[in-house]
């Protein structure tokens, strides 16, 4: 294969593991029926933290513990103040994003443009010499083997465990799964608060191996795609990860096309390009267009097409649940 | 006691109770600012005296603030309509952009007697300002794409679209793409003689803000708008045209901002500069949601707001002080205000809920049930959910 094409796999394995991360992270909220629209502030937050920390202190462990608390401690403000006192979980998200970007912004002034400390490469013995699969995958760092891992987790943990199973009831009939003697309050907690540990680190990935320290507002509207990631997925652990894949592609495909001269397009309207796909895509999905088009399938694969293309929310995302 | 000194008690009381959560708020917002300042080493008295230096001291600065706040006000009016519906219209970055956009448009290339061209101008940036929040709205309604993920899509667009006009087709010589060149003086909004005001402005934003609040406490259609926020497929069953009610809020709400956009360019910049809108949509959100949907509070939140943002440049340039301490001290705010009404309603419930247990002799409550309550219009149409 190409060298060139090669490298650019890698690259895109690379810059997507944040967003995949995040969005993964979101996914475990919003099946557990919470949403956390604060994603775009927390992982500048916890970006910033993330370096300030290890700048500070030499520990990259340390940064990332405190880049995951920051995470943990927005998602369970946004669900505490949704379950105690019945507040829209929007309008705290919302809130919280935007005061999350102006903290990162105020303390993370002194760090701005600072060299710090990078998570150190980390190739994998025997995998990394397979040609081609090994130069996109096993020669990276940990946390970009995390990501990759997180996914395969997730799908393992939400489709085939018991406890998927009750969280998947969590989002989809929260008072079937009390019936069922699920702890649906203390399990919320739970996935929430590791949903939001997940776009923390999401924030860590960013300052500590994507794009290497500080700088004001960095990583902002990575949140937001990370959230429109997760419905473009169709709340599912691989097609959300695809979609990472496809947006951080065409970002990747933009630089290419602006290097090479292709186009010969400006690099702002190459810019647009990944928010017009997925916006006719999400159209594509969600509005039902794409499962009219199912009669051209042949009837004996269209079970399998119509599960790929479903994009059906959690019944119970954004709903509060409460015994009386 | 009176019949008439029970209802005044019972005003005041509820007067108190709904402010409060506004003053725990502003006092929790100071104590956190103060704790920033100390570890900054900077008094609060010092960012105070700045701020009133450079706001309320002389007449110019405050005629300034006025200018800062007519569009923030501009884009308020609109999303009230739009909230009011249920619909979380965070695209209103992106029409305020291309507002801006369709102001300068014209501003640049076309010369018309100066009447003719201030309200070719103005109608082009609402227009454009409108057409872009409706293709959010037909994309909620149509494509089932949720408001805020098309919003936030749609910003970014804008975002680009500007930037690649102030690269390319629109800069100047041998600029760096930063900002138009001047727009000529024809093309500019007239100000008024003593203070650097625009009255076009000062006009359209009341009448904007009159016709929001005879829309919502006295319209037809106000009231369906209520219907959709509480709940919008039962407002559907009840006959109210959601599809069109959602498309002429967003619409309006859209001209709103185009309009707060075409000031931005034609009267404050007298150019069309990178990142115009500056965030001033987002900090209308903030002031809709700090006033609840309340439209009579709207104006005063508003100028405070605008007051507070219109000192942060100084802050940098005397104190050595982010701009976003301001951000930071209206985040913490809203959030706080947000939450102590929620502890306040919370309050509430429960009192009455004793009430009702006196009243019916102490008796227990039925046996437990599971019930599912649905928080605010994101529950029924499925919020972050398509």
């Known amino acids: ?324 | 006691m009176t019949a008439f000194r029970k209802i005044l008690i019972q005003i005041s009381r509820n007067t108190v109770l709904g402010i409060l959560p506004l003053l725990v708020g502003i006092l929790v917002a100071l104590a956190a600012i103060l704790l920033i300042l100390n570890n900054e080493n900077v008094e609060l008295r010092a960012v105070y005296d700045l701020i009133y230096e450079r706001t309320l001291s002389l007449p110019e600065n405050r005629a300034n603030v006025v200018d800062f706040w007519l569009p923030i006000l501009l884009c308020c009016c609109g999303l009230l309509l739009t909230f009011t519906a249920g619909l979380w219209n965070i695209g209103i970055e992106g029409q305020i952009t291309m507002g801006a956009v369709g102001a300068t448009s014209i501003a640049l290339f076309v010369e018309l007697p100066r009447n003719e061209q201030i309200f070719t101008e103005l109608f082009m940036a609402g227009a454009a300002g409108g057409t872009w929040a409706l293709f959010t709205g037909i994309m909620r309604t149509r494509g089932g794409v949720n408001e805020i993920f098309g919003g936030v899509a749609m910003n970014f667009l804008a975002s680009s679209f500007s930037s690649y006009l102030l690269v390319a087709p629109w800069s100047p010589p041998n600029a760096t793409g930063s900002a138009t060149v001047r727009f000529p003086a024809n093309a500019i909004l007239p100000s008024m003689d003593d203070y650097r005001l625009s009255p076009i402005t000062i006009y359209i934003t009341l009448t904007a803000f009159i016709f929001v609040l005879l829309t919502l406490s006295g319209s037809r259609w106000g009231l369906q708008l209520r219907a959709m926020g509480k709940n919008e497929k039962s407002a559907q069953m009840l006959g109210v045209p959601t599809e069109r009610n959602i498309w002429l809020a967003m619409l309006i709400c859209g001209i709103m901002a185009g309009l707060a956009g075409g000031h931005l360019v034609l009267f404050r910049r007298a150019n069309l500069p990178a990142n115009v809108s500056g965030g001033i949509g987002f900090l209308s959100l903030l002031v809709v949601l700090l006033a609840s949907i309340r439209v009579r509070w709207v104006p005063f939140v508003s100028f405070a707001f605008a007051l507070l943002y219109s000192a942060g440049l100084p802050l940098r340039t005397r104190l050595q002080l982010d701009a976003s301490l301001i951000g930071i001290f209206l985040g913490i705010l809203v959030f706080c205000v947000l939450i102590f009404d929620g502890v306040r309603q919370r309050l509430k419930e429960r009192v009455e809920q004793r009430k009702l247990l006196a009243a019916s002799g102490g008796e227990k409550s039925p046996p437990p049930s599971t019930v599912e309550i649905q928080i605010g219009q994101e529950a029924s149409s499925g919020s972050g959910s398509n």
Not at chain 1, 143 to 149: E, H, K, V
């Open chain 1, 1 to 324: 294969m190409d060298p060139v094409l090669t490298s650019t796999l890698a690259d895109i394995v690379r810059n997507a593991a944040p967003l995949l991360i995040a969005s993964q992270g979101e996914l475990i909220t919003e099946r557990a029926g919470v949403v956390n629209l604060s994603l775009d502030g927390t992982i500048l937050l916890a970006a910033m933290a993330a370096f300030a920390v290890t700048y500070n202190t030499g520990s990259l462990g340390m940064g990332i513990v405190v880049a995951m608390l920051i995470g943990m401690l927005v998602a369970l403000i946004v669900i505490s103040a949704s379950v105690f006192l019945k507040l829209n979980q929007i309008a705290v998200g919302f809130v919280l994003t935007l005061l999350c970007a102006d903290l990162s912004t105020f303390f993370g002034r002194k760090y701005s443009g600072q060299q710090g400390t990078e998570i150190p490469y980390a190739p994998i013995p025997i995998l990394e010499d397979i040609p081609v699969i090994g130069e996109v995958f096993f020669q990276h760092n940990i946390l970009i083997y995390f990501s990759l891992l997180l996914v395969i987790f997730i799908w393992l943990w939400t489709y085939h465990t018991r406890l998927g199973l009750s969280l998947r009831g969590l989002g989809e009939h929260p008072a079937a799964a009390y019936v069922r003697g699920t702890r649906v309050q203390a399990w919320r907690f739970v996935y929430v608060a590791a949903g939001g540990a997940l776009v923390g680190l999401a924030g860590a990935t960013y300052s500590l191996s994507v794009k290497l320290g500080w700088r004001e507002g960095s990583t902002l509207g990575n949140g937001w795609i990370a959230l429109a990631i997760v419905i473009f997925g169709g709340w599912r652990p691989f097609r959300i990860a695809f979609g990472a894949y496809f947006i951080v592609g065409l970002r990747a495909l933009a630089l290419y096309f602006q290097q090479e001269d292709v186009l010969n397009l400006p690099i702002q309207i190459i810019n647009m390009t990944p928010w017009v796909l997925m916006l006719v895509t999400l159209i594509f999905v969600t509005s039902g267009l794409a499962e009219s088009l199912l009669v051209l399938v042949p009837p004996r694969w269209r079970p399998a097409a119509q599960n790929l293309l479903r994009a059906k929310p959690p019944a119970a995302l954004g709903s509060n649940f409460e015994r009386s």
